[in-house]
């Protein structure tokens, strides 16, 4: 079993950025190998797909909220995924989630999806508050 871990969120003024990392134990994980995504969740709003990075590495997808500021990435050499978020708006306050999916399991090579079924394991969230 995977446990999964995010970290980095924090209180950012409108027009600053931020990092988000995910990291996973409890088993052999390399994140190089595996779907990552980020999902938020807003207060009194569903939990809505941010980000996510194919396994096979040369596909990503956003939402159209966070396109443009936004960027996903995987760093082999510390064994973490990123979300790097900038030019933040108060609307970008949510909990963020970090979610992963190991390699042969669902069809998330080529193409990732920002489908919570998808994925296998999920962080405890993380708190990004966007505010003057």
């Known amino acids: 079993h995977l446990q999964v871990e995010e970290s980095g969120g924090g209180l950012v003024q409108p027009g600053g950025s931020l990092r988000l990392s995910c990291t996973a134990s409890?088993?052999?994980?390399?994140?190089?190998?595996?779907?990552v995504a980020w999902f938020r969740q807003a207060p009194g709003k569903e939990r809505e797909g941010v980000s996510c990075?194919?396994?096979?590495?040369?596909?990503?997808m956003y939402a159209d909220s966070v396109k443009g500021r936004f960027s996903i990435s995987r760093d082999s050499a510390k064994n973490t995924a990123y979300l790097d978020m900038s030019a933040l708006k108060s609307e970008d306050t949510a909990v963020y989630y970090c979610?992963?999916?190991?390699?042969?399991?669902?069809?998330?090579?080529?193409?990732?999806?920002?489908?919570?079924?998808?994925?296998?394991?999920w962080g405890q969230g993380t708190q990004v508050t966007v505010s003057a």
């Open positions: 990075v194919a396994s096979g590495g040369a596909h990503t």
């Open positions: 979610a992963v999916v190991a390699p042969g399991y669902g069809n998330l090579f080529k193409r990732c999806v920002l489908s919570e079924p998808e994925y296998q394991f």
């Open positions: 409890g088993s052999e994980f390399t994140v190089a190998y595996y779907a």
